[in-house]
């Protein structure tokens, strides 16, 4: 079965600075998609990003990119550029490329942004 | 374009009574996943339904069962409630046919059993 763990249960950032995210997951498969979300506290979960195993690119979405090491099965996010917005719960998820829907989510990162 | 729907968004039960939380799902989209978050941790899998089949089940007991509807919303239900049912349970929408399809989550159903 799949893991992932996220180690940093809370971060802090200063407004308009730049904070990383860790996230490592487990696997024994090839092909699999990556994601990070966000939950604020309307509870509504938010695809901020997404990377497919097979790309060696990395993802960018705006001020948000990670960094994804598949040897080392690492799935690190940035954030650029601080907003008191992204003040929110992060939760990497990890999803079979072959084996149904189902997202295996690690324990969550809590985002804070000092203004 | 209405996102994913959830009702209701907050629910009181007593210890062994059974509940039913609805979900609509993203239009376009015919499958639904369910998900239990309980405080302060990362959601986990409950089942997911397509073609009103569950198609993928999680690491949950019985007592947890769903049904799909024809025009693709579902509902989940747990029966014999348990103090440890108390969770958030998210649903989440996406199109089958799309081999990247991405998950479009509801803002969830506060379940507190006491």
């Known amino acids: 079965a799949q893991t992932v763990t996220q180690s940093q249960p809370e971060m802090s950032v200063q407004e308009a600075e730049t904070v990383t995210l860790s996230c490592t997951y487990d696997?024994?498969?090839?092909?699999?998609?990556l994601f990070w979300y966000k939950q604020p506290p309307s509870r509504q979960m938010i695809l901020v990003i997404r990377q497919e195993a097979y790309k060696q690119q990395n993802a960018t979405e705006n001020r948000f990119s990670v960094n994804f090491q598949k040897a080392a099965k690492s799935f690190s996010l940035k954030i650029s550029d601080s907003q008191l917005g992204d003040a929110a719960m992060y939760f990497c998820a990890y999803r079979s490329a072959w084996a149904g829907n189902m997202l295996t989510f690690g324990g969550g990162t809590r985002l804070m942004v000092k203004p | 374009d209405a996102g994913v729907t959830q009702s209701p968004t907050h629910l009181i039960k007593t210890r062994g009574q059974q509940v039913t939380l609805r979900c609509s799902p993203k239009?376009?989209?015919?499958?639904v996943s369910w998900y239990q978050q309980a405080l302060g941790q990362g959601p986990q899998f409950i089942f997911q339904y397509y073609e009103e089949e569950e198609r993928q089940r999680g690491n949950f007991p019985d007592r947890f069962s769903g049904h799909q509807f024809p025009n693709y919303s579902s509902e989940l239900n747990v029966n014999a409630l348990l103090l440890g049912d108390s969770a958030l349970y998210l649903c989440?929408?996406?199109?089958?046919?799309?081999?990247?399809?991405?998950?479009?989550f509801g803002a969830g159903t506060r379940l507190s059993v006491l």
């Open positions: 239009s376009g989209h015919d499958t």
């Open positions: 696997t024994s498969e090839s092909d699999y998609y």
């Open positions: 989440a929408s996406s199109q089958q046919a799309v081999a990247k399809n991405i998950q479009y």
